[in-house]
């Protein structure tokens, strides 16, 4: 950042405040201290009977490669909101949420990744503005060595892993993976 967003002043510093923990930047013109707190990625796996709706991507990062219809929340909406809104945007699809799988944390690039899975309504699907393709797949099917993240293929292997053991539960990681 080169001008407070506060005042458009250019005297910035960055430093402890008094009474917190963290380096942040500070304008010293108006006093006001800027936060840079990680994002929040929401998303759902849609399931349709036996199988999983996967979308390819039509934009950068990981251009043509497959994943979980996910983004970021935006303002003034709930995660359950936005993971709606993240499928209907990427698979032109509405699901019923069933349950929280994700938490899922990327610290080294501030991301916090939360991911349902939900019912695919009626089965009906096609291509949203930011997918190249959108697909059902079975567990057989899916292309491990072209899903795009981290985070979709740790959602991908516990939904699998829940439908196998007839569970319904919230797994937790980081990338690079921690202990747990």
């Known amino acids: 950042m080169n001008f407070c967003p506060h005042c458009g002043s250019p005297n910035l510093t960055h430093r402890i405040p008094?009474?917190?923990?963290?380096?942040?930047?500070i304008c010293t013109t108006c006093a006001t201290i800027h936060y840079s707190n990680p994002k929040i990625v929401t998303g759902c796996l849609p399931v349709w009977q036996d199988k999983v709706l996967l979308c390819r991507r039509a934009i950068a990062p990981a251009y043509g490669l497959w994943n979980?219809?996910?983004?970021?929340?935006?303002?003034?909406?709930?995660?359950?909101?936005?993971a709606r809104r993240e499928v209907w945007e990427e698979a032109r699809a509405e699901v019923r949420l069933d349950y929280l799988i994700t938490l899922y944390d990327?610290?080294?690039?501030?991301?916090?990744?939360l991911q349902y899975v939900g019912d695919l309504v009626e089965g009906r699907y096609a291509v949203g503005?930011?997918?190249?393709?959108?697909?059902?797949?079975t567990e057989q099917e899916i292309p491990w060595e072209d899903i795009a993240f981290t985070s979709s293929a740790f959602t991908l292997r516990n939904?699998?892993?829940?439908?196998?053991?007839?569970?319904?539960?919230?797994?937790?990681?980081?990338?690079?993976?921690?202990?747990?």
């Open 18 to 25: 008094e009474g917190d923990t963290h380096p942040r930047q």
């Open 68 to 82: 979980v219809p996910s983004g970021y929340l935006e303002n003034g909406e709930s995660v359950r909101e936005g």
């Open 106 to 113: 990327i610290e080294r690039i501030q991301q916090l990744y």
């Open 129 to 137: 503005e930011e997918s190249l393709e959108v697909r059902l797949f």
């Open 159 to 180: 939904y699998f892993r829940d439908r196998k053991n007839g569970t319904k539960q919230l797994y937790q990681n980081s990338y690079p993976a921690t202990a747990s």
